[in-house]
T-cell receptor, first 113, second 111 residues
């Protein structure tokens, strides 16, 4: 069972570079989420999507962008990377919104230097 | 807004000790409540949930009771094992489809 797959697992970026974090799920979930995890801060929602073609901002969207062209894929784009974006990024999906179980990928550890 | 406050860590225990992690919540209405666990190097996974007041969620020897009178959802396990070493997150859903997470409690169990 693949579940939620994130790539890459690790990445080092230089300040000002751009990259896309990939996320794919094979559970036919409509809801998908991007979180960032900083030490001692829990998880903060960056963006979420309630279905293909629909995205919305979460708590900390600045510096990021997303798209949702298919049910399966929900890539996160970082433009002009900054040291403040050093974090662990998790993609998640759920069948019917936040009141149902969320399934998480293994995370991407990003360092911006 | 809706939020959870979780006991600070880290917590270090010996095997077979009793574990409790406190979680209190602020919410309008009576949302479901969740505990998620993150094992080293992995993403979060659902540990247990409760959907209404007085519900008890349980899984892998862990339990938590949804108490509306104290707005709490404390996680407990009677006898921990080394394999329970992980980060534990309390969470509740908000109206706009997101989960609000506590800061996480790191638990280390020593043999």
């Amino acid at each position: 069972n693949a579940g939620v797959t994130q790539t890459p697992k690790f990445r080092i970026l230089k300040i000002g570079q751009s990259m896309t974090l990939q996320c794919a799920q094979d559970m036919n979930h409509n809801y998908m989420y991007w979180y960032r995890q900083d030490p001692g801060m829990g998880l903060k929602l960056i963006y979420y999507s309630v279905g293909a073609g629909i995205t919305d901002k979460g708590e900390v969207p600045n510096g990021y962008n997303v798209s949702r062209s298919t049910t399966e894929d929900f890539p996160l784009r970082l433009e002009l990377a900054a040291p403040s974006q050093t974090s662990v990024y998790f993609c998640a999906s759920s069948y019917a919104g936040s009141n149902t179980e969320a399934f998480f990928g293994q995370g991407t550890r990003l360092t911006v230097v | 807004g809706d939020s959870v406050t979780q006991m600070e860590g880290p917590v270090t225990l010996s095997e077979e000790a009793f574990l409790t992690i406190n979680c209190t919540y602020t919410a309008t209405g009576y949302p479901s409540l969740f505990w998620y666990v993150q094992y080293p190097g992995e993403g979060l996974q659902l540990l247990l949930k409760a959907t209404k007041a007085d519900d008890k969620g349980s899984n892998k020897g862990f339990e938590a009771t949804y108490r509306k009178e104290t707005t709490s959802f404390h996680l407990e396990k009677g006898s921990v094992q080394v394999s329970d070493s992980a980060v534990y997150f309390c969470a509740l859903p908000s109206r706009d489809y997101k989960l609000s997470f506590g800061a996480g409690t790191t638990v280390t169990v020593r043999a």
